[in-house]
C-alpha cells in the first residue's frame, strides 16, 4: 500500500455563532473550544463557518460595521492565528471584515505560522448586498505544506465558476464556509440532505477535488439556519456522515490531501481536467491556472 504524500485529519465544525455586539467574545470563545475539540480528535485543518465570529444577521449596515475588524489586526484574527501556532494547526474561518468604509464577508486561512491569506465573498446573498461589498480579491488558492487551500462562502457554491476556478488554479481542497439558511420547501429530500450538501457534492465530483463545508445551526433574528455541515471526497460522495440540520457537531475525515492531483476518474481514458476543451472556452471564462501547474 502506498504511504499517503500529504495526510490530513480535515474538521469541519457545525455550532450556532449569535449576532449581536454582546454575543462577540461569546462566539469568539465558543469557536476556540471546538476547534479545540477538533484539535483533540486529531485534526490538523479545522474549518468553521461563514461569519462564526459575528453572526449573521445583521439588522443594518451601522450594526454590521459595529461587528467588522481589521484583518488580521483584528481581535478574531488574531485569537486564530494564536490558536493555529500554538497547535500546529492550519484553520479557516469567517468574519465581517472592515476595509476603511468598506465592509467585506470574509474567509481568512491562518497556520501554525501566522496568517496565510483572505478570501472575500463574491456572490452576496439577499440583504448582504445592503451591508456589504462584493469581493475583489479574485479567487486565490494558498499554497501550504499540507497542500493548496482554496476558499469558497456559501451562496459562492451555487455559482459553478467558482470551484471550477479553484480547482484549475491547483487546489487540492476547497474549504467552504458557510451559513445555509432556510429557503422555501422542499428543504431536504428523504433521507434528509438539502440543496446546498448536493451542490457540494457535484462540484468535489466534476472538479476533482475536496471540499470540507461547515455550516451553521440555529435562529437569530427570525433567520433560521440548516446545518448540513459535510466533507466530500473527490468522487463527491460524503466522507462519512451529512450532519444534522440542528445539531452542534464536528464531522472528521482523513485524507491523502494532495492525491486530489491524481485521483482516478472512472477508467484511464478520462480525465475531467484534460478533457476540458479549452480551445473553445477558456478565452471566454477567463479561467487560469496555478503557476506552478504545468501549462
Known sequence: MNEPTSPVRVAVVQ??????????????????????EAVNGGANLIVLPE??????????RQDAFEHSESVPGGPSVQSWMDFARQHRVYLVAGLTERDGMQLFNTGVLV?????????????????????????????????????????????????PEVPRILS???????????????????????VGKCMASYLTMTAAHVNNVF?????????????RYLGCSL???????????????????????????????????WNNLNDLHRDR????YDQMLGYTQHPSLPR
Open 277 to 280: 476543451r479549452a480551445d473553445l
Open 51 to 60: 461569519l462564526s465570529s459575528t453572526g449573521y444577521f445583521f439588522s443594518n
Open 211 to 223: 471540499i470540507a463545508a461547515a455550516s451553521r445551526i440555529g435562529e437569530e433574528r427570525g433567520a
Open 111 to 159: 497556520g501554525p505560522d501566522g496568517f496565510i491569506g483572505k478570501y472575500r465573498k463574491a456572490h452576496l446573498w439577499n440583504l448582504e448586498k445592503m451591508w456589504f461589498t462584493p469581493g475583489d480579491l479574485g479567487f486565490p488558492v494558498f499554497d501550504t505544506p499540507i497542500g493548496r487551500i482554496g476558499l469558497l462562502i456559501c451562496w459562492d457554491i451555487w455559482f
Open 15 to 36: 455550532f450556532d455563532p449569535q449576532v449581536g455586539m454582546e454575543n462577540r467574545e461569546n462566539n469568539l470563545r465558543r469557536s476556540l473550544e471546538l476547534a479545540l
Open 168 to 190: 484549475q488554479q491547483g487546489a487540492d481542497i476547497i474549504c467552504s464556509l458557510n451559513n445555509w439558511v432556510w429557503t422555501p420547501p422542499p428543504l431536504f429530500d428523504d
Open 231 to 265: 466533507i466530500a471526497g473527490t468522487n463527491g460522495w460524503p466522507i462519512g456522515e451529512v450532519a444534522s440540520a440542528d445539531k452542534q457537531e464536528i464531522l472528521f475525515a482523513d485524507i491523502d490531501l494532495t492525491s486530489s492531483r491524481s485521483a482516478p476518474i
